[in-house]
Structures are given as structure tokens and as C-alpha cells.
């Protein structure tokens, strides 16, 4: 079946490294999202990696992707306050997007 | 990358009316979605909206009660018929383009 599992939530201290996993169920998934929500707000799309790639950086963002395990992750370099927020991590099934339930980031000062 | 727009921004309605979101996109978009978040939930997707054809309703999702249009490749509308206290809910419009989907800052609905 269809379904994105995330941990719900993860604390981390300013400055230290993030890391929020994913896992998906389906291998044809041609594109993998990360979409960052903060209170109040519409989904920022983070970024998103091809499934035929294993690691794309985009600044302090790292995405890797494992297929053979249906594992994807992001990690924050050198997190600030402003990361708090709920990171949704989705896959696509047939051109749409199933999100996973959300990790909710709280970055302590 | 696509900025997408939507009206209203929120709003809080009587039960038994309906409401209808609209939906812009500032560049021609291949295909454009729309999602409910339920507070404290994720998104889940309501239908694809087709340009000039019936939207695709996901399971659980009807036109009656969800009529869509999408005239074009940049616009898009939702009502939301005979509401009640369960619609309250995020309602988020969508769009992709190759490989990249955007959204809009959705639609806060409250139904008393």
C-alpha cells in the first residue's frame, strides 16, 4: 500500500546537525520531496531528489537516498532557530504526491 | 519556480453553505492538485484538477461535494459544498512542473 512513515518529532541544539528519515513504499517513485511547513503556513517545497540519484546537497540541506531500503533522508548542517518547523518528506505514486505525517524540528538554543 | 495564490486566505462559514477557493498560478503549470490538511494532520490529496475536463477524485473524495474546475493552465477552483463542522480543514492547491510541485499558502476553513 501507500504509506510514508516519519518520526514525529526531533530536537536538536543551534548549531548542531539535523537529520530527519523517511521511508516510502514505492520503487518506481520517480521524484522524492522534502516540503518544509512552518505555523501558520503553506508548504515550502525544501528540495527534491531523482530517483536515480543517491546524494544531491543544496547548501546546508543533504539529501540521500537508499532504494534498495526505501529510505530517504535530510540532513540540516548547522541548525538555526528559524529550521523549527514540521518537515514533510513525499514520495510520488502516478504523478502524486503521498506525504508522510510530518517531523516536527524544535531546535533548542 | 511557480508562486501560487489562493482566496481567500481563510475563512469561517456556516454549515449547510458552500465556498468556493480559487486557485492561481503565475506560469502554465502541467498539472494542478488539490490537498486537505486537517489540523495537526498531513496533507491528503482531494483530486487532480484537469484543464477542460472532470477532476480525478482520489478515494472518499466525490464531485458532488468537491466540485473542481480548471478552465486553463494557470487557474484553478474548489467549493466545498454543504459544509459542515468536518470540512473545517487547510485546503491547499498545488501545482507541478517537471520534477518540481509548488503550493499555494492554502485556505484555513472553518465550519461552526
Known amino acids: 500500500g501507500e504509506d510514508v512513515e516519519q518520526s514525529l518529532f526531533l530536537s536538536v541544539r543551534e548549531g548542531d546537525s539535523s537529520v530527519i528519515n523517511c521511508t516510502y513504499t514505492?520503487?518506481?517513485?520517480?521524484?522524492l520531496y522534502w516540503y518544509k511547513q512552518e505555523p501558520g503556513a503553506g508548504l515550502q517545497l525544501l528540495t527534491y531528489i531523482f530517483s536515480n540519484m543517491d546524494m544531491k546537497q543544496d547548501q546546508r540541506l543533504t539529501v540521500l537516498l537508499n532504494k534498495k531500503d526505501k529510505h530517504l533522508s535530510l540532513r540540516i548542517a548547522d541548525t538555526q532557530t528559524g529550521d523549527s518547523a514540521i518537515y514533510f518528506c513525499a514520495e510520488t505514486v502516478g504523478g502524486k504526491l503521498i506525504f508522510g505525517q510530518g517531523t516536527e524540528l524544535s531546535v533548542k538554543p | 519556480s511557480a508562486v501560487i495564490s489562493q482566496k481567500p486566505s481563510r475563512d469561517i462559514c456556516q454549515r449547510g453553505t458552500s465556498l468556493t477557493i480559487q486557485c492561481q498560478v503565475d506560469s502554465q503549470v502541467t498539472m494542478m492538485f488539490w490537498y486537505r490538511q486537517q489540523p495537526g494532520q498531513s496533507l491528503t490529496l482531494i483530486a487532480t484538477?484537469?484543464?477542460?475536463?472532470?477532476?480525478?477524485?482520489e478515494s472518499g473524495f466525490v464531485i458532488d461535494k468537491f466540485p473542481i474546475s480548471r478552465p486553463n493552465l494557470t487557474f484553478s477552483t474548489l467549493t466545498v459544498s454543504n459544509m459542515s463542522p468536518e470540512d473545517s480543514s487547510i485546503y491547499l492547491c498545488s501545482g507541478s512542473s517537471g520534477g518540481e510541485q509548488f503550493f499555494g499558502p492554502g485556505t484555513r476553513l472553518t465550519v461552526l
Open positions: 484538477a484537469n484543464q477542460g475536463s472532470e477532476a480525478t477524485y
Open positions: 514505492d520503487s518506481s517513485s520517480t521524484y
